[in-house]
Protein backbone atom coordinates (compact mmCIF):
# COMPACT_ATOMS: atom_id res chain seq x y z
CA UNK A 1 0.00 0.00 0.00
CA UNK A 2 2.92 2.50 0.44
CA UNK A 3 4.32 1.75 -2.89
CA UNK A 4 0.72 2.84 -3.95
CA UNK A 5 0.76 5.40 -2.24
CA UNK A 6 4.54 6.95 -3.03
CA UNK A 7 3.12 5.90 -7.32
CA UNK A 8 -0.14 8.26 -6.71
CA UNK A 9 1.82 10.80 -4.89
CA UNK A 10 4.85 10.97 -7.76
CA UNK A 11 1.81 11.07 -10.58
CA UNK A 12 0.02 13.60 -8.58
CA UNK A 13 3.13 16.18 -7.93
CA UNK A 14 3.77 15.88 -12.02
CA UNK A 15 0.54 16.57 -13.23
CA UNK A 16 1.02 19.38 -10.31
CA UNK A 17 4.35 20.56 -11.84
CA UNK A 18 2.69 20.77 -15.41
CA UNK A 19 0.14 22.80 -13.85
CA UNK A 20 2.49 25.29 -12.60
CA UNK A 21 4.46 25.07 -15.61
CA UNK A 22 1.32 25.82 -18.05
CA UNK A 23 0.35 29.06 -15.95
CA UNK A 24 4.09 30.06 -15.90
CA UNK A 25 4.06 30.05 -19.89
CA UNK A 26 6.73 27.10 -19.80
CA UNK A 27 4.60 25.86 -22.86
CA UNK A 28 4.29 28.54 -25.50
CA UNK A 29 2.30 28.81 -28.47
CA UNK A 30 -1.06 30.08 -29.76
CA UNK A 31 -3.61 28.23 -28.44
CA UNK A 32 -2.53 27.80 -23.89
CA UNK A 33 -6.01 27.22 -22.77
CA UNK A 34 -6.00 23.88 -25.22
CA UNK A 35 -2.99 23.28 -24.07
CA UNK A 36 -3.85 23.46 -20.54
CA UNK A 37 -7.44 22.11 -20.83
CA UNK A 38 -5.46 19.15 -22.55
CA UNK A 39 -3.44 18.73 -19.30
CA UNK A 40 -6.29 18.97 -16.94
CA UNK A 41 -7.90 15.90 -18.94
CA UNK A 42 -4.35 13.81 -18.48
CA UNK A 43 -4.08 14.73 -14.99
CA UNK A 44 -7.63 13.75 -14.81
CA UNK A 45 -6.82 10.28 -15.96
CA UNK A 46 -3.65 9.58 -14.49
CA UNK A 47 -5.70 10.32 -11.01
CA UNK A 48 -8.77 8.43 -12.30
CA UNK A 49 -6.18 5.43 -13.18
CA UNK A 50 -4.17 5.61 -9.47
CA UNK A 51 -7.10 5.15 -7.76
CA UNK A 52 -9.01 2.46 -9.90
CA UNK A 53 -5.39 0.33 -9.38
CA UNK A 54 -5.24 2.05 -5.59
CA UNK A 55 -8.78 -0.02 -4.91
CA UNK A 56 -8.10 -2.78 -6.96
CA UNK A 57 -4.89 -3.60 -4.82
CA UNK A 58 -6.93 -2.76 -1.57
CA UNK A 59 -9.88 -5.36 -2.58
CA UNK A 60 -6.82 -7.56 -3.19
CA UNK A 61 -5.03 -7.20 -0.30
CA UNK A 62 -8.63 -7.58 1.63
CA UNK A 63 -9.43 -11.13 -0.14
CA UNK A 64 -5.93 -11.98 0.42
CA UNK A 65 -6.55 -11.57 4.57
CA UNK A 66 -10.36 -13.16 4.16
CA UNK A 67 -8.31 -16.11 2.21
CA UNK A 68 -5.92 -16.24 5.09
CA UNK A 69 -8.35 -16.18 8.02
CA UNK A 70 -10.20 -18.81 6.96
CA UNK A 71 -7.06 -20.86 5.92
CA UNK A 72 -6.30 -20.47 9.16
CA UNK A 73 -10.14 -21.33 10.93
CA UNK A 74 -9.86 -24.56 8.65
CA UNK A 75 -6.92 -25.14 10.43
CA UNK A 76 -7.89 -24.89 13.81
CA UNK A 77 -10.84 -26.80 12.99
CA UNK A 78 -8.83 -29.39 11.81
CA UNK A 79 -6.78 -29.28 15.27
CA UNK A 80 -9.93 -29.12 16.96
CA UNK A 81 -11.05 -32.26 15.07
CA UNK A 82 -7.53 -33.87 15.76
CA UNK A 83 -7.81 -33.29 19.47
CA UNK A 84 -11.65 -34.60 19.88
CA UNK A 85 -10.61 -37.76 18.24
CA UNK A 86 -7.47 -37.90 20.53
CA UNK A 87 -9.29 -37.51 23.39
CA UNK A 88 -12.28 -40.34 22.56
CA UNK A 89 -9.67 -42.91 21.62
CA UNK A 90 -8.26 -42.03 25.26
CA UNK A 91 -11.37 -42.35 26.70
CA UNK A 92 -12.56 -45.45 24.73
CA UNK A 93 -8.83 -46.89 26.24
CA UNK A 94 -9.31 -45.92 29.40
CA UNK A 95 -13.07 -47.52 29.48
CA UNK A 96 -11.84 -51.05 28.17
CA UNK A 97 -8.72 -50.91 30.44
CA UNK A 98 -11.54 -50.59 33.51
CA UNK A 99 -13.60 -52.77 32.12
CA UNK A 100 -10.54 -55.61 32.19
CA UNK A 101 -9.56 -54.55 35.84
CA UNK A 102 -13.47 -54.67 36.79
CA UNK A 103 -12.66 -58.78 35.24
CA UNK A 104 -10.06 -59.27 36.62
CA UNK A 105 -11.45 -58.24 40.67
CA UNK A 106 -14.35 -60.37 39.61
CA UNK A 107 -12.22 -63.42 38.70
CA UNK A 108 -10.00 -62.67 41.70
CA UNK A 109 -13.24 -62.94 44.28
CA UNK A 110 -15.05 -65.61 42.44
CA UNK A 111 -11.54 -67.28 43.52
CA UNK A 112 -11.11 -65.76 46.76
CA UNK A 113 -15.39 -66.94 47.32
CA UNK A 114 -14.01 -70.66 46.24
CA UNK A 115 -11.05 -70.36 48.52
CA UNK A 116 -12.98 -69.42 51.19
CA UNK A 117 -15.84 -71.62 50.75
CA UNK A 118 -14.34 -75.36 49.79
CA UNK A 119 -17.27 -76.71 50.52
CA UNK A 120 -20.73 -75.88 48.97
CA UNK A 121 -22.79 -78.90 49.35
CA UNK A 122 -26.28 -79.86 51.68
CA UNK A 123 -25.35 -78.94 55.22
CA UNK A 124 -26.46 -81.69 58.02
CA UNK A 125 -29.09 -80.37 60.52
CA UNK A 126 -27.44 -82.20 63.47
CA UNK A 127 -24.78 -84.44 64.50
CA UNK A 128 -27.68 -87.24 64.69
CA UNK A 129 -27.34 -87.63 60.79
CA UNK A 130 -24.10 -89.66 61.60
CA UNK A 131 -22.81 -92.75 63.46
CA UNK A 132 -19.72 -93.95 64.99
CA UNK A 133 -16.47 -92.14 65.14
CA UNK A 134 -18.09 -89.45 62.42
CA UNK A 135 -20.90 -88.77 65.40
CA UNK A 136 -18.39 -88.28 68.40
CA UNK A 137 -16.09 -85.91 65.67
CA UNK A 138 -19.49 -83.68 64.87
CA UNK A 139 -20.21 -83.59 68.46
CA UNK A 140 -16.73 -82.40 69.82
CA UNK A 141 -16.81 -80.00 67.06
CA UNK A 142 -19.65 -78.44 67.93
CA UNK A 143 -18.50 -78.51 71.88
CA UNK A 144 -14.92 -76.78 69.92
CA UNK A 145 -17.35 -73.84 69.00
CA UNK A 146 -17.28 -74.95 65.25
CA UNK A 147 -20.73 -74.41 63.60
CA UNK A 148 -22.76 -77.71 62.39
CA UNK A 149 -21.66 -75.80 58.45
CA UNK A 150 -18.06 -77.06 58.99
CA UNK A 151 -18.47 -80.57 60.00
CA UNK A 152 -18.84 -81.53 56.06
CA UNK A 153 -15.25 -80.50 55.80
CA UNK A 154 -13.97 -82.40 58.55
CA UNK A 155 -15.46 -85.13 57.65
CA UNK A 156 -14.11 -85.01 53.85
CA UNK A 157 -10.45 -84.10 55.84
CA UNK A 158 -10.50 -87.27 57.92
CA UNK A 159 -11.71 -89.42 55.98
CA UNK A 160 -9.35 -88.72 53.40
CA UNK A 161 -6.91 -88.97 55.77
CA UNK A 162 -7.61 -91.73 58.04
CA UNK A 163 -11.13 -93.02 57.00
CA UNK A 164 -12.33 -91.79 60.48
CA UNK A 165 -10.26 -94.93 61.50
CA UNK A 166 -9.12 -94.21 65.60
CA UNK A 167 -6.53 -97.34 64.80
CA UNK A 168 -5.28 -96.05 61.57
CA UNK A 169 -1.62 -96.08 61.37
CA UNK A 170 0.81 -95.03 58.83
CA UNK A 171 4.27 -96.95 58.91
CA UNK A 172 6.22 -95.21 57.08
CA UNK A 173 5.64 -91.86 58.94
CA UNK A 174 4.22 -92.71 61.91
CA UNK A 175 1.37 -90.64 61.34
CA UNK A 176 -1.53 -92.52 63.93
CA UNK A 177 -5.39 -92.39 64.29
CA UNK A 178 -8.28 -90.29 62.43
CA UNK A 179 -6.00 -86.96 62.58
CA UNK A 180 -2.94 -88.53 61.53
CA UNK A 181 -1.20 -87.04 64.18
CA UNK A 182 2.48 -87.19 63.28
CA UNK A 183 3.88 -88.30 65.28
CA UNK A 184 0.80 -90.11 67.29
CA UNK A 185 1.96 -89.18 70.74
CA UNK A 186 1.57 -85.58 70.53
CA UNK A 187 -2.28 -86.24 71.30
CA UNK A 188 -0.80 -87.58 74.48
CA UNK A 189 -1.53 -83.79 75.48
CA UNK A 190 -4.98 -84.33 75.80
CA UNK A 191 -4.81 -87.45 77.36
CA UNK A 192 -3.13 -90.96 78.23
CA UNK A 193 -5.83 -92.82 75.99
CA UNK A 194 -4.79 -91.40 72.47
CA UNK A 195 -4.27 -94.62 71.07
CA UNK A 196 -7.70 -95.57 71.65
CA UNK A 197 -9.62 -93.13 72.19
CA UNK A 198 -10.98 -91.56 69.22
CA UNK A 199 -12.77 -88.65 71.42
CA UNK A 200 -9.28 -87.57 72.82
CA UNK A 201 -8.18 -88.00 68.95
CA UNK A 202 -10.50 -85.58 67.67
CA UNK A 203 -10.09 -82.95 70.46
CA UNK A 204 -6.51 -82.88 69.83
CA UNK A 205 -7.08 -82.95 65.91
CA UNK A 206 -9.64 -79.73 65.98
CA UNK A 207 -6.99 -78.14 68.40
CA UNK A 208 -4.13 -78.53 65.76
CA UNK A 209 -7.17 -77.14 62.91
CA UNK A 210 -8.02 -74.20 64.68
CA UNK A 211 -4.39 -73.26 65.92
CA UNK A 212 -2.90 -73.79 62.08
CA UNK A 213 -5.80 -73.61 60.11
CA UNK A 214 -8.53 -71.23 62.08
CA UNK A 215 -11.29 -73.58 60.49
CA UNK A 216 -12.09 -77.29 59.41
CA UNK A 217 -13.29 -75.98 55.92
CA UNK A 218 -9.83 -73.89 55.20
CA UNK A 219 -7.97 -77.16 56.13
CA UNK A 220 -9.89 -79.11 53.92
CA UNK A 221 -8.75 -76.44 51.32
CA UNK A 222 -5.22 -76.61 52.24
CA UNK A 223 -5.18 -79.89 52.02
CA UNK A 224 -7.05 -79.86 48.37
CA UNK A 225 -4.33 -77.39 47.29
CA UNK A 226 -1.27 -78.69 48.90
CA UNK A 227 -2.30 -82.60 49.45
CA UNK A 228 -1.35 -82.45 53.55
CA UNK A 229 -2.46 -80.18 56.22
Same mark, same amino acid.
Given at each position: ??????????????????????????????? =???????????????????????????????? !?????????????????????????? =??????????????? =??????????????????????????????? /?????? /?????? /?????????????????????????????? /????????? !????????????????????????? =??????????????????
Amino acid at each position: MSRLWSRLGARTAAVALLSVGVAGGVYLGDD =REAQQDGLAAQVSAEVDQAEHEYLRERQAAHQ !MQFAQQRAAEYQAKLRAAEAAKEAAE =RAKRAEQAAASRKRE =RAKAEEAANAAAKPYDGPIPASCEEYSGNRK /IGCAEM /IKAGFP /IKEFPCLDKLWTKESGWNHKASNSSSGAYG /IPQALPGSK !MGSVADDWRTNPATQVKWGLGYIEG =RYGTPCKAWAHSQSSGWY
